[in-house]
């Protein structure tokens, strides 16, 4: 292992591939901590500090506290990088659903590298669309002081200047830094190791790392901090392992003649993994049960007058992650979505259609109609696990909450864990490959 380690380093362009990489993570994570214009910054750093690790009444909501995740932490600080990867996570869920609604989008999706380079466009632009319209709506409950919920003091004072100019400059300044955010993503991936937007997610979220389990030993004390990390080896290598875990539908191509030569009669697989969906469900359903928290909030009484038996209901059970309806709710949405997300991304019909057109069969099942509903029938049966899986892992940080008090941005589950497992995981086996490319042996064995 060692060794090859060392075989990285002795090698000239993966050497420049991985230093330029950690050049680009080291300003991604400098602009996450250089606040925004016009942002009152010691009034953010005491709003910080009173509210950390909290997650009921006075903290922020759950998805506030996953688009904080995703930012490493810069949200909360109204950093210049407040907005973090998120309206590029959105921008390319939606490209992806619209696929299924817009046939012009299907059409570009078949048509190869110039198709997708036309989505990866369209992705661009609506994520400076969305990053317009999520600063706005930052800066709108940055103004308005409910960032950090009803904590009143310093934290309903986190701007120096309100006037429509500085908000404008604020607006600006956010979505400009999502647009450097892609720019550096995007250099990671042809000038660096890959995956330059997955490779920031994963840092984003690891550097909310060390300050989760610091809560836990402040809190709880060295023994339960001990016991966390020995439960969190445990959930990583579960982890691994579902990820890893894949079903092999066998793939027979007949022979064929054309010309003199003789081609096909090779054997393949098609790989089905346990968990095709990702952290997608994931997120749909923390921005899905975010909407009641939301309608709630704009429907506070005045002063004096009792809020209304449903807002109150909402507040208590759809609200915090240690309410055994928020959980239920939460589990049942991440099943369903895990079906929907399937469904989108992986089209029976199309496979057997391209398998048959290049004379390809499954073993004992007829080529057209029969090996779609055969991929089908796979499909939904190994993703009922995989939606189990996803649902389990989601709620962890809700059990970690309820257990050693933890916030919801707690490491070892949800989908912290996912990303940093997969990231990780793809990273490893991007090296590997090139390193088999000129030594003709990887960092894997």
């Excluded at 979505?175 to 000038?191: S, Y």
């Excluded at 009484?301 to 209901?313: C, H, L, M, R």
């Excluded at 389990?392 to 919801?408: D, H, M, S, Y």
Aim: include cysteine; proline fraction near 5%; hydrophobic fraction near 50%.
């Amino acid at each position: 292992m060692f060794s090859a380690i060392a075989r990285i380093f002795r090698t000239p362009d993966l050497r420049r591939k991985i230093g330029f990489t950690l050049a680009v993570i080291a300003i991604y994570r400098l602009g996450a901590h250089v606040p925004a214009p016009f942002v009152d910054y010691p009034n953010v750093q005491d709003c910080i500090a009173l509210n950390s690790g909290t997650t009921g009444e006075g903290g922020p909501v759950q998805l506030m506290s996953i688009v904080n995740m995703f930012s490493g932490g810069a949200l909360l600080q109204l950093s210049i990088f407040a907005l973090g990867v998120m309206p590029y996570i959105t921008a390319t869920i939606i490209t992806q659903l619209l696929r299924v609604v817009i046939p012009h989008f299907e059409a570009l999706h078949k048509e190869g590298q110039a198709g997708q380079s036309k989505l990866t466009q369209y992705t661009r632009y609506l994520t400076i669309a969305l990053a317009l319209l999520q600063s706005t709506t930052l800066i709108t409950v940055a103004r308005t002081g409910q960032l950090f919920g009803n904590a009143g003091g310093p934290c309903a004072e986190l701007l120096t200047n309100q006037e429509w100019y500085a908000q404008l400059m604020m607006i600006i300044t956010l979505t400009a830094g999502t647009g450097l955010i892609m720019w550096f993503a995007e250099l990671v991936t042809e000038r660096g190791i890959g995956n330059g937007m997955s490779l920031l997610i994963f840092t984003s979220i690891a550097a909310t790392f060390p300050g989760a389990m610091g809560i836990i030993w402040a809190t709880r004390g060295f023994e339960v901090f001990l016991l966390v990390i020995l439960v969190g080896i445990l959930i990583v290598a579960l982890v691994v392992f579902v990820e890893q875990s894949q079903r092999r539908i066998p793939v027979q191509y007949a022979k064929r003649m054309v010309g003199r030569r003789t081609v096909g009669g090779t054997n393949t697989y098609i790989p089905i993994k346990v968990n095709m969906a990702g952290v997608v469900p994931v997120i749909f359903a923390s921005s899905l049960l975010y909407i009641p928290a939301l309608i709630a909030q704009f429907n506070q009484p005045a002063a004096g007058e009792e809020p209304a038996p449903w807002v109150t209901f909402i507040a208590q059970y759809l609200t915090t992650g240690d309410s055994p309806l928020y959980m239920l709710v939460y589990f049942l949405l991440i099943v369903g979505f895990t079906y929907f997300y399937v469904a989108i991304t992986f089209n029976p019909v199309e496979v057997a259609d391209n398998m048959k057109k290049y004379g390809g069969f499954i073993p004992g099942i007829r080529a057209g109609r029969p090996t779609a509903e055969y991929l089908e029938y796979v499909l939904t049966r190994i993703t009922f696990p995989g939606s189990i899986y996803l649902g389990i892992v989601a709620l962890i940080p809700f059990i970690a909450l309820a257990t050693v008090g933890a916030n919801q941005n707690f490491p070892f589950g949800g989908a912290s864990i996912l990303i940093m497992v997969g990231v990780g995981l793809e990273t490893v086996k991007q090296i590997d490959a090139q390193l088999q490319q000129r030594h003709y042996e990887g960092l894997l064995r």
